[in-house]
């Protein structure tokens, strides 16, 4: 293997070169860090070193005693590896070489409490653990990413020089990145964001089949409207790419994503996100939907035998199409604005769950640049949080309640227009029927509370009685005063 010929220790070592890997390696040397790399395939290194790591400060190494003996104390290694086993079996091979108050650093997409529980077994070897979600895809490793780091809070001293200055930074220069709390606490925040990241991408998606499919738009002028939408409150890395993605043709001049088969992929991250928000009682109906509308478009074959024999109605507008894109812009927006409200939500019951303090105005503006989900609407959620660090939901906000309940008139229109129409918008709807159930001070969950009390004796509460005392009915006569003992709110 040939190596880099400089002598000094390296500042930060790194597992895994894959695309993330690499570009990682790149991001840090250009700021001025010397990185060690070493790779289970000793010929990527090489091929790395020797390639897109030539004449940089960057050192090769051909085993794991010789990343280590690479490094600068206390050590700091950073896993680009798959997640799951492949990141246990690493920490297994680091051990034996390292020495009390090391740092060990998973970057992957890990389920959050493998992070937990990495951290107190790290820690109960004498040394540190850092989870941390990293977002930008390849562009963003290179570039600039956002780095949501969170474990052992002794580490984050050592590691925040180098991830401050490869993050991404927004127009003050302040990186998008700061630490997120205690174990699991960073990669469930970059879990968050990736359900966000399902439910923005699907949101768009239901925007893009309306145009498409009720008001007839071709290519060019959807691509003209999501070019509008991008600058002005809409602006974000996921309208833009939506804009020149419409805009890109094949080599016959056609439009290259109509011929892409209309199968979504995913990667569990949104499975994740719908689970936790179950284990925590949080409603997170919109990521859950985006989640559920991937699994659908997976059975192809069935729904399109299900369309040879399942009708429905023949989309047909023959309103103003000018005032209903505008309508459409407002609804998107509004449902946006649940999206977020939701996810905040849960990140705010996990962190009571799980013991973490979590800085609701600082997650924002970590996702504010590098980011998939980055855009200029995560400002006023940053705002939103400094203005109430004890805000409970975003729909409560100043800001975010005059959008909403303007917009209403029109996502009501957007929402009703589809549903008549036979438009497939699970996003769309559920996003309005949140708000609505959210806004309601009384909803039908007394007769379900009754319902259950009668088949099961799981008891109620009464609005005549203190919160906490529970009742049980014998709504037959038969059923005797025995109650169940298991009430969960």
Known sequence: MQKTELKEQADIGLVGLAVMGEN??????????????????????????????????????????????????????????????????????????????????????????????????????GLLFI????????????????IMPGGSLAAWQFVKPIFQAIAAKVEDGTPCCDWVGENGAGHFVKMVHNGIEYGDM????????????????????????????????LD???????????????????PLVEKILDTAGQKGTGKWTVLASLDVGAPLTLIGEAVYGRT???IKDERVEASKVLSGPKPNF??????????????????????????????????????WNLNNGGIALMWRGGCIIRSVFL???????????????????????????????PWRRVVAEAVTNGIWIPAFSTALNYFDGFRNGRLPANLLQAQRDYFGAHTYERVDKPRGQFFHTNWTGRGGTTASTTYIV
């Open 131 to 146: 989870g941390t979600g990293v977002s930008g895809g390849e562009e963003g490793a290179l570039k600039g990413p956002s």
């Open 379 to 409: 400002g006023k959620i940053k705002e939103a949080f400094v203005n109430n660090p004890e805000l409970s939901n975003l729909l409560l906000d100043p800001f975010f309640k005059e959008k909403i309940e303007s917009s209403q008139g």
């Open 202 to 233: 699907q949101l768009i998606c239901e925007a893009y089949q309306i145009m498409k499919d009720l008001l007839g738009m071709n290519y060019d002028e959807m691509y003209a409207v999501f070019k509008e939408w991008n600058e002005g409150e």
């Open 24 to 125: 990682l390696v790149l991001n840090m040397e250009s700021h001025g860090f010397l990185v060690s790399v070493y790779n289970r395939t000793v010929d990527k290194v090489n091929a790395f070193v020797n390639g897109r790591g030539r004449g940089k400060k960057i050192i090769g190494t051909s085993s794991i005693e010789e990343l280590v003996a690479s490094l600068k104390k206390p050590r700091k290694i950073m896993l680009m590896v798959k997640a799951g086993k492949p990141v246990d079996d690493f920490i297994e091979l680091l051990l034996p070489f390292l020495e009390k108050g090391d740092i060990i650093i998973d970057g992957g997409n890990s389920h959050f409490p493998d992070s937990i529980r990495r951290t107190k077994y790290v820690e109960g070897k």
């Open 236 to 254: 974000s890395y996921l309208i833009e790419i939506t804009r020149d993605i419409l805009a890109y043709k094949d080599e016959d001049g056609l």
């Open 296 to 298: 659908l478009s997976s």
């Open 318 to 355: 023959d309103g103003d199409k000018k005032q209903f894109i505008d309508d459409l812009r407002k609804a998107l927006y509004a449902s946006k604005i649940v999206s977020y409200a939701q996810g905040y939500v849960l990140m705010r019951y996990a962190a009571k769950e799980y013991g």
